[in-house]
């Protein structure tokens, strides 16, 4: 069992940036590929951004890509997500999510993969 916590959250007005970080409990995150996914008001969850096990690999979605970042830090057991050049159409409520996976990152299919853990999710609101 991984329980996930998302911080990080808040109110930023458009260009500014914000740094989520999702800790995770246990001793095997090392084993896990991670991602993040947002979900706005009124709209289906998507896909922003995944991670390989390592941290060697990473993955985004098209509306993120060159603005986001996601790293992680196995020895925190922390993955996070810094966010750049941000607009209104980045508010959202924002999840980590975990799969049991050390494999390669793109045959993990990590946009469309039905991941085993997610966290409760942490609100990002971004002014124009």
């Known amino acids: 069992q991984v329980q996930l916590v998302e911080s990080g959250g808040g109110l930023v007005q458009a260009g500014g940036s914000l740094r989520l970080s999702c800790a995770a409990s246990?001793?095997?995150?090392?084993?896990?590929?991670m991602g993040w996914f947002r979900q706005a008001p009124g709209k289906e969850r998507d896909f922003v951004a995944a991670?390989?096990?390592?941290?060697?690999?990473?993955y985004y979605a098209d509306s993120v890509k060159g603005r986001f970042t996601i790293s992680r830090d196995n020895a925190k057991n922390t993955v996070y997500l810094q966010m750049n050049s941000l607009n209104p159409e980045d508010t959202a409520v924002y999840y980590c999510?975990?799969?049991?996976?050390?494999?390669?990152?793109?045959?993990?299919?990590?946009?469309?993969?039905?991941?085993?853990?997610w966290g409760q999710g942490t609100q990002v609101t971004v002014s124009s």
């Open positions: 999510a975990a799969h049991q996976y050390r494999g390669p990152l793109l045959p993990f299919r990590p946009a469309t993969r039905e991941y085993d853990y």
């Open positions: 246990g001793r095997t995150f090392s084993s896990y590929t």
């Open positions: 991670i390989s096990w390592s941290g060697g690999s990473s």
